[in-house]
């Protein structure tokens, strides 16, 4: 069992910063692939990024490509999106989620959620 929790979401005006985290239990995290989606209000859950278990690569929606950057800190059971050049179409509610696989950008092979962190990016 994984539990996760996000934080670091709040407001930032277009072309600022924000930094996610995403605090992970459990001894086996280093052993999941931890990805980023989003979601907003009307719209179906999508894939943000992924970083792999083991040699830690990473995939990105071309919609962040070069914007965003996710990284994991495996002894801080962590990992962190950081969310360079925000648009007002990045706001939305943001979870992390974990998966044994090493490669997915499905929502729904993933196994454990967080209960999200809100994005707002204002114009």
């Known amino acids: 069992q994984v539990q996760l929790v996000e934080s670091g979401g709040g407001l930032v005006q277009a072309g600022g910063s924000l930094r996610l985290s995403c605090a992970a239990s459990?001894?086996?995290?280093?052993?999941?692939?931890m990805g980023w989606f989003r979601q907003a209000p009307g719209k179906e859950r999508e894939f943000v990024a992924a970083i792999s278990w083991g040699s830690g690569s990473t995939w990105y929606a071309d919609s962040v490509k070069g914007r965003f950057t996710i990284s994991r800190d495996n002894a801080k059971n962590t990992v962190y999106l950081q969310m360079n050049s925000l648009k007002p179409e990045d706001s939305a509610v943001y979870y992390c989620?974990?998966?044994?696989?090493?490669?997915?950008?499905?929502?729904?092979?993933?196994?454990?959620w967080g209960q999200g962190t809100q994005v707002t990016v204002s114009s």
């Open positions: 459990g001894r086996t995290f280093s052993s999941y692939t």
């Open positions: 989620a974990a998966v044994r696989v090493w490669h997915s950008t499905l929502p729904h092979e993933y196994d454990y």
